[in-house]
């Protein structure tokens, strides 16, 4: 564009000039949080600050800043080219325009999309994805620090208001489909694990909240868990939420509060039960060898990484539990009898049976 | 004066009146209406991470933190709601959960304390009991105000070893709550920048970069992270473990002629440790490590001297003092003005020094009153005092427009001076260093300029030539920065004082002062060295030297008295003999530390410290400031004015009466000027030198040529406290 003269100073002739820098940042999290945006092209550390003052009054070295999205900036030609008319026919009262997602996880057509504001997250997943091989289970929209929703949410319209009323945010526009095999448990200490690691550790609900939320998940997750640790994730979430400077810290509970909200069987069930029914969590599962449908083909044998499965060829095999890792990868390989299923399986709830 | 303006504001259903611009905390608290935080800070920049301070405010979403939301014209503030009071518990819980507090919750509370012997000292601190701050921790304070009694979070210690190689304080990251109050105060209020955040998430901690070490990054070692950390996380080496302060005493660091003022913390009738004043109006509390670090560990050595003691051919015997001062006046008298001088140390107070050249000129008869200032400058001592004496307040480097330094470093001294130098070239004025070495300012200079100090006066002429419009080829670079008309000021450190070339340093200042209008700071050691040209303690300077129309009339000394001559008595106060003093037969040393090995004097007289007996200094700005006593002398110490009028009085019959401090101050008020007026403050107009100077060239042989470590009484600090032996290591690396 320079060389076109379409950029520096005095662009084409006028007394216009203009300049575009790209900064790179270092790949924090919470440097898409502006504050800390800021802090970090400044040079300094990349630590939120509180507002007042925003940064339209003092933000880049002191001065008014406006930040904005490259999707923001991306859509400005369309509507400087089309019309603010031709731009408002799209989306739905209150919310115009379109938006873009990534549509992710345990769909058929996973990519880049543009949809309309308002567009329900059943045609998003089913008409644009091509829908869900296994049953659909869960969406996780708006990115790590987004909400997870459930089934009864599909007709929810995309748009930011909807989104908040369901518990959830708009974010950074991450789509995540789940099936049967995500456990929900697992998903929200996933997320947590992310936002923990990224927290600044500037503040302490964030800081030291996220760290004893991801400490009680831990804990379901291995069976372990008390009834009581649901009220406890309840509190430290709200107390996150109400407490934290910034986004990061205010959004960061997300997965884990709308899971407790929308799937709180299952976490009951890991607490109870010490099930999990997607089969996820290593400490609650067994794998195990069905004498009757193994036909000693050994593929199983090949894979194990530590040797926990033994036996002759065609012969029923063994497996050692003591030996095994779970890393499910004889699971995987199992599918030599069609007819007869898979010949290993993962149990669950173990120690009540 | 204008009016500052206000704004009306609703706390808690209360309207009051609150200084526009101000954080709500503040606000309250003028208001005296408590919100409990732990990371704001008076002097600090607010920061909002310890979430405590939540309040809730009409038109703002959620819970915003009071130190860092302004108020603004009718805001309505709740401080107190019962959602406000959980949230704050709840994030106290959490605070708590990362800082082994187990006695803040335990039922047994201080009973522990009846059976704590030697659990104190351990080296894990797992609760209040075993910390060093138990008792002065803001995190009790703020558990109690916040009325948590009990928490529901398992408390996660973090597993840091604590961190003791460097000199003069330990880290105990296990206790940091991360406020960043000393990240804060390093890099807003110093402006040194040693400390900062690293890692995040739960692994988030402090420290300099890259893993240094504080020596290595640079710290100045001035203890403001220590003083302003709420919990036991920063701890002095020395000050550890003596607790809560008995009293905090008010005085002014003996070091240097800045005159910074010090609370010196007392434990037990024993200065343990020392403190910033932040409304101190000469150094706004930016003391250095010497005034922050040094002063317990040397009034409190083991190697105080405690009792009179006199060298007999068998070895050294105590006597009590009666007999001690019979023997000083003895082996003056029978020695006689001809065969006796004098040493006073320029660190010693006003009073010391009037009354000892008193001693020398009316008891002894000789104008013998001999200095280290003497000797170390030579023939350079004249121009030195001149600059000295004239040197412009630490204040006026901030309004400047160009800083030229020479040879100065302000990492371990003059820090006040230092950062007021950051300060102002941050602010843009144009900053010139040269030195030697590189130099902490250097970071912040537009040139800096490192060269042998035999360069440096060439290099000055190339600025004085540049600013009158002549640049030569030399001084290009530097030369076109500087203007004249500006306000300019040119600060010479220790290292030009004391380099081979400081004669041809001191013609050049003097230049640029006199012709080119620049303003000057000079950096040196000699403590009350103002105090000396007030009373007269130098060979031919009377009482009153600095005169009410505030011209400064100098001899050279060595015009004077002889100052090579050998001869049979030699009285040393506060101060120890040095190569270049003359010999003498007979030492009578009178200090408070014993002199350097190699000088065995004959008769040792313990004197009290600055801390012990009180007195008066003067500033290098020419303020007249107070030490004041802070604890009981020193076994059997006594005051040096003490000392002398006992030897006067048995040398003579009822010379210098003097019963006590308030008598020689009055005799002072009376007879110099400036004593007596409310500014206390001498006048300093001009110095002219009287009478003849002595042969051109240094009389004494080799003068000082360099800076010698930092000493006080002419002992080295480094001898007698611990921290100060890495700092003159790394000064020399």
């Not at chain 2, 890099?187 to 420290?207: A, P």
């Not at chain 2, 473990?241 to 003022?261: A, H, L, M, Q």
């Not at chain 2, 290292?495 to 000057?520: H, P, Q, T, Y």
């Amino acid at each position: 564009m320079r060389e076109y003269g379409l950029l520096g100073s005095n662009i084409l002739d006028s007394d216009f000039s203009f300049e575009i820098k790209i900064k790179e940042g270092a790949g924090a999290f919470v440097c898409g949080e502006e504050t800390a945006l800021i802090g970090s092209i400044e040079g300094k550390r990349g630590m939120p600050r509180s507002r007042p003052p925003f940064p339209a009054i003092a933000g880049l070295f002191g001065s008014p800043t406006i930040i904005n999205n490259v999707e923001t900036l991306g859509t400005l030609p369309n509507i400087l080219r089309n019309g603010p008319d031709w731009y408002t026919r799209f989306g739905k009262e209150g919310n115009r325009g379109t938006k873009t997602f990534s549509l992710v996880g345990k769909i058929r057509r996973p990519g880049l999309i543009e949809v309309q504001l308002g567009t329900t997250l059943r045609e998003i997943i089913f008409d644009i994805g091509g829908g869900v091989q296994k049953p659909f289970k869960a969406i996780q929209t708006g990115g790590p620090s987004g909400g997870c929703l459930s089934e009864e949410f599909l007709d929810l319209t995309v748009d930011y208001e909807s989104l908040a009323s369901a518990g959830s945010i708009m974010g950074s526009g991450g789509l995540i489909v789940m099936d049967e095999d995500t456990c929900i448990v697992d998903l929200a200490k996933y997320f947590l694990d992310f936002t923990q690691k990224e927290s600044c550790g500037k503040c302490v609900p964030c800081r030291v909240g996220t760290k004893h939320i991801l400490e009680i998940l831990q804990r379901i997750t291995e069976g372990e868990g008390s009834p009581d640790d649901l009220l406890a994730l309840r509190t430290l979430g709200d107390t996150i939420k109400k407490g934290a400077l910034c986004g990061l810290g205010q959004t960061a509970p997300n997965p884990v509060l709308t899971t407790l909200r929308y799937f709180r069987n299952e976490y009951l069930e890991h607490i109870k039960d010490h099930t999990c029914r997607a089969t996820v969590c290593k400490s609650l599962i067994e794998y195990r060898v069905i004498k009757e449908k193994c036909t000693g083909c050994q593929s199983c044998v090949r894979v194990c990484p530590t040797g926990a499965i033994t036996g002759p060829r065609s012969e029923p095999h063994n497996l050692d539990a003591s030996k095994c890792i779970k890393c499910r990868s004889c699971y995987e390989i199992c599918r030599y009898d069609a007819i007869a299923g898979d010949a290993i399986v993962i149990r669950t709830a173990e120690r009540q049976s | 004066m204008t009016k500052e303006k206000k704004v009306s504001i609703t706390i808690d259903n209360r309207k009051v009146e609150a200084k526009a611009k101000t954080t709500i905390l503040q606000a309250a608290r003028d208001n005296n209406i408590d919100i409990p935080s732990l990371c704001a800070l008076e002097h600090l920049p607010s920061y909002g991470a310890c979430r405590l301070c939540v309040v809730e405010v009409d038109g703002i979403r959620g819970f915003p933190t009071s130190c860092t939301t302004p108020v603004e014209d009718g805001m309505v503030i709740r401080t107190d709601t019962a959602e406000v009071r959980t949230l704050r518990q709840e994030v106290l819980k959490l605070l708590l959960s990362e800082h082994p507090a187990s006695c803040l919750f335990c039922e047994e509370q201080t009973d522990c304390k009846n059976f704590q012997g030697t659990i104190r000292k351990v080296g894990v601190t797992t609760g209040c009991r075993y910390c060093p701050n138990d008792d002065m921790c803001e995190l009790q304070e703020v558990t109690k105000k916040v009325g948590l009694t009990e928490t529901s979070y398992p408390v996660y210690y973090r597993n840091f070893p604590v961190e003791k190689e460097d000199p003069f304080y330990d880290r105990d990251y296990n206790l940091c709550l991360l406020c960043g109050r000393c990240v804060r105060v390093c890099n807003d209020v110093r402006l040194n920048g040693t400390l900062s955040f690293k890692q995040r998430g739960k692994m988030t901690t402090i420290g300099p970069a890259f893993g240094r070490s504080h020596l290595e990054a640079g710290c100045e070692f001035c203890g403001a992270c220590v003083a302003v950390c709420p919990t036991g996380a920063l701890s002095a080496k020395a000050s550890k473990w003596s607790g809560k302060p008995d009293e905090v005493v008010e005085s002014t660091c003996p070091y240097c002629p800045i005159g910074c003022t010090l609370d010196l913390k007392v434990k037990a009738g024993e200065v343990v440790d020392v403190s910033a004043d932040y409304d101190s109006p000469t150094e706004h509390g930016l003391i250095c490590v010497k005034g922050r670090f040094a002063i317990p560990e040397y009034v409190l050595s083991p190697d105080r001297l405690a009792r009179p003691t006199i060298l007999k051919p068998e070895g050294y015997d105590f006597l009590p003092w009666e007999e001690a001062l019979d023997e000083a006046a003895a082996k003056l008298k029978a020695a006689g003005p001809k065969n006796t001088f004098v040493v006073v140390s320029p660190q010693l107070s006003n009073e010391d020094l009037f009354v000892a050249q008193r001693f020398a000129r009316e008891v002894i008869g000789t104008e013998a009153i001999l200095s280290s200032v003497i000797f170390d400058l030579g023939s350079d001592l004249r121009s030195f005092v001149d600059l000295v004496v004239m040197s412009e307040q630490i204040d006026t480097i901030e309004e400047t427009k160009g800083i030229l330094t020479i040879g100065l470093d302000t990492t371990y001294g003059f820090t006040p001076l230092g950062i007021a130098v950051k300060k102002a070239a941050k602010k843009g004025a144009i900053l010139v260093t040269v030195s030697e070495h590189e130099c902490n300012l250097d970071m912040l200079s537009e040139e800096a300029f490192q060269s042998d100090a035999a360069k440096w006066p060439e290099f000055m002429d190339g600025i004085m030539k540049s600013m009158s419009g002549n640049g030569t080829r030399k001084s290009k670079a530097a030369a076109p920065l500087f203007k004249k008309g500006d306000r300019n000021v040119v600060i010479i450190g220790p290292d030009a004082v004391f380099s081979g070339k400081r004669k041809e340093i001191f013609e050049r200042v003097l230049a640029m002062r006199d012709n080119l209008g620049w303003k000057v700071i000079v950096c040196h050691p000699y403590t009350n060295l103002m105090g000396m040209l007030a009373m007269g303690a130098l060979p031919g300077l009377k009482p009153g030297g600095l005169k009410s129309d505030g011209v400064l009339k100098l001899k050279d000394p060595a015009g004077v008295v002889d100052l090579k001559q050998n001869r049979k008595v030699g009285y040393f106060i506060g101060e120890a003999p040095s190569p270049e003093m003359p010999k003498c037969e007979y030492l009578i040393y009178e200090n408070a530390l014993p002199a350097p090995s190699g000088f065995d004097p004959n008769l040792i007289l313990p004197a009290g410290l600055f801390t012990e007996s009180p007195g008066t200094t003067i500033s290098s700005e020419g303020k007249i400031l107070t030490f004041n006593r802070a604890s009981a002398p020193f076994a059997e110490s006594k005051p040096d004015w003490w000392i002398i009028s006992g030897i006067a009085a048995r040398m003579k019959k009822g010379a210098l009466k003097y019963s006590s401090l308030a008598a020689i101050q009055s005799e002072i008020k009376k007879s110099i000027p400036g004593f007596s007026g409310k500014e206390r403050r001498v006048p300093r107009k001009k110095v002219v030198m009287e009478g003849k100077a002595a042969a051109a060239g240094n009389p004494f042989g080799p003068c000082r040529d360099a800076a010698a470590p930092a000493a006080f009484r002419g002992v080295p600090l480094h001898d007698h406290v611990a921290g100060m032996k890495a700092i003159e290591e790394r000064r020399h690396k």
